[in-house]
């Protein structure tokens, strides 16, 4: 039973669509979080999201937005795609801030 | 501006040797630490942490030490497996919603 699930795995799309990437964590932690990993293998947080609380990195373009519709799910919406946000994104989600859980990684390319 | 580190990016090691992955860290208010291990098309997955009032956490084969005053963390894996081959990422946090700043990572390859 997948604690941090993410879907889909792979996303191929065009420059200018718009796109959804989902996750969902069964581990009833109270955070949940978007990291980006570049081509240079950089993992960076995107976004955090707690309690209604959403913590935004101030370099993610706002053509990025999250959406929880519940405790358990923190979806990536991204709008007008650009080749540059061709990338893995991974969901994860912590309690107290501490270790993180990760899903498996989406991989988006941009066309 | 890299916070966190880890100056090597590959690592070789024998099979039942002692490996040491490094990382060093510039932002003070990071009150923990954890390493993560990730294997290819995976999401990294929780290895071990040590939060900045300790020196040392261990458990079975993995040990981190932390030395505050030289902003340098260091995990070994004693004795090195096979399935230990994998890329390492350090990462420290500040206790708060901001989530984790990773190091850029380190591949460790267990040679046979």
């Known amino acids: 039973d997948t604690a941090v699930s993410q879907t889909p795995k792979y996303l191929v799309t065009q420059m200018g669509n718009d796109k959804s990437i989902k996750c969902e964590q069964n581990?009833?932690?109270?955070?949940m979080y978007w990291y980006k990993q570049d081509s240079k293998k950089f993992l960076k947080i995107m976004f955090s999201?707690?309690?209604?609380?959403?913590?935004i990195n101030e370099t993610v373009p706002n053509r990025f937005s999250p959406k929880s519709p519940d405790k358990a799910h923190l979806n990536l919406h991204i709008n007008s795609l650009e080749l540059g946000d061709s990338a893995v994104y991974f969901c994860?989600?912590?309690?107290?801030?501490?270790?993180?859980?990760f899903g498996q990684g989406t991989r988006l390319t941009v066309v | 501006d890299q916070q966190v580190k880890q100056n090597s990016p590959s690592l070789s090691v024998q099979e039942g040797r002692i490996s040491i992955l490094n990382c060093d860290y510039t932002?003070?208010?990071?009150?923990?630490f954890l390493w993560y291990k990730k294997y290819p098309a995976e999401g990294p997955t929780f290895l071990i942490s040590?939060?900045?009032?300790?020196d040392k956490n261990e458990d079975g084969r993995f040990t981190v030490f932390l030395n505050k005053s030289a902003k340098h963390l260091s995990l070994h894996i004693v004795p090195s497996q096979p399935g230990d081959s994998a890329v390492y990422f350090c990462?420290?946090?500040?206790?708060?919603?901001?989530?984790?700043?990773f190091g850029k990572g380190t591949h460790l390859i267990i040679q046979p």
């Open positions: 994860a989600s912590s309690q107290d801030h501490l270790e993180a859980f």
């Open positions: 932002n003070s208010m990071f009150d923990y």
């Open positions: 999201y707690n309690n209604k609380e959403l913590i």
């Open positions: 581990l009833g932690h109270d955070t």
């Open positions: 990462a420290g946090s500040g206790g708060g919603a901001d989530g984790l700043t």
């Open positions: 040590i939060s900045s009032i300790k």
